[in-house]
């Protein structure tokens, strides 16, 4: 026998477990949360990909390089989606440094 | 001739199993990582789309809220749960060959079949239509309703981003539908045994890898404008 067996028993947990949290995460947009809609909605989002991830596909049972590469695709996600809003979000950050002389008097202040 | 002195030198190999490995675990773990590193490249196609998302979300919230609040939340959480239940009929596909049974691998990739195509005719027949019917489809006669307050170019590029990531994501489980056809083939072939299953576990990977596409999609696309009632907005 190659490869771990996952019983059937955890297969039907997770199951269970991935209906209810859609039920739940469609009860709650139901209720006026303000953003925190969004953020419980995600929440249980990343509750279910860990679910089927871990059980389904077997994370949990993988060798380390396996796990290696899902951990390296989330963080190259992750530095896609961060450098992209460190430029979207920050447009409106305009700081108008007219030459030298704006930065000169906190160069001065640095000597005695 | 070249073939008998490869068995000469090797042995005898059990079916499935490929000479340059060691042995079939080695084989199963090397084809295990090839098909996440595809996967590693999969979030990253999505990603694009995701982040597109993020990005105009945080410009125009309340467009994409009422864009949001116009797509059918029943067939959005029912279809969620069809694909769960696909993938547990794909997991047990594997458990099936894992314990060496023959008969129930093939009724469970037929069963995962059926899911994937309900949730399609559900996703297709009810709400893609729907949609058409109430002018929701971008550059296509989209209509601008009053309610929107001047924010209808927004909401249509909610329905684009709607529709191009569902579609991108149909388009995905289209081809999950073809490989499980072949699997299904092969499996009633009696290909797949206790010590060989790597294809149905490399597919059984991209399966669940589509569910979570849709776990994600869920959320963002459904719920993200929140379904309770706003005073003064009827729709």
């Known amino acids: 026998m190659s490869g771990h067996v996952v019983p059937v028993r955890v297969y039907l947990a997770v199951f269970v477990s991935l209906l209810i949290l859609t039920g739940l995460t469609t009860a709650v947009a139901f209720v006026d949360m303000g953003p925190f809609n969004l953020v419980v909605a995600l929440v249980i989002a990343v509750a279910k990909m860990l679910l089927v991830v871990l059980f389904f596909m077997h994370i949990k049972y993988s060798p380390p390089l396996t796990r290696l590469v899902l951990i390296a695709a989330v963080l190259w996600l992750g530095i896609m989606v961060t450098l992209t809003l460190s430029d979207e979000l920050t447009r409106g950050w305009e700081v108008k440094i007219q030459g030298l002389s704006a930065i000169l008097p906190y160069f001065r202040a640095l000597l005695p | ?235």
Do not use: C
């Not at chain 2, 890898?209 to 009632?229: E, K, M, N, S, T």
């Open chain 2, 1 to 235: 001739m070249a073939d008998m002195t490869v068995h000469a030198v090797h042995g005898e190999h059990p079916p499935g199993f490929a000479h340059q490995f060691e042995d079939m675990e080695q084989q199963r773990e090397a084809g295990n990582l090839g098909m996440w590193l595809f996967l590693a490249t999969e979030v990253m196609f999505f990603g694009g789309l995701f982040m597109s998302y993020i990005v105009y979300r945080t410009k125009y919230p309340g467009a994409f809220a009422d864009g949001s609040r116009l797509l059918n939340v029943k067939f959005g959480a029912v279809n969620t749960a069809v694909l769960i239940a696909s993938s547990l009929t794909m997991a047990m596909a594997i458990h099936s060959a894992q314990t060496g049974k023959k008969k129930p691998q093939v009724w469970y990739l037929i069963l995962t079949m059926i899911l994937g195509a309900l949730f399609l005719f559900l996703k297709f027949n009810f709400e893609w239509r729907a949609d058409y019917h109430e002018h929701l489809i971008p550059g296509f006669g989209f209509y601008v309703r009053p309610e929107w307050g001047g924010g209808g170019a927004h909401v249509q590029m909610f329905f684009l981003f709607y529709f191009f990531m569902t579609g991108l994501h149909a388009l995905h489980m289209i081809v999950g539908i073809g490989i499980l056809t072949v699997l299904t083939v092969m499996a009633a072939r009696g290909r797949f045994y206790e010590q060989y299953y790597a294809p149905l576990e490399s597919s059984g990977l991209y399966w669940h890898f589509v569910d979570i596409i849709w776990i994600f999609l869920f959320p963002l696309l459904y719920l993200a404008g929140g379904r309770y009632p706003i005073p003064g907005v009827t729709h």
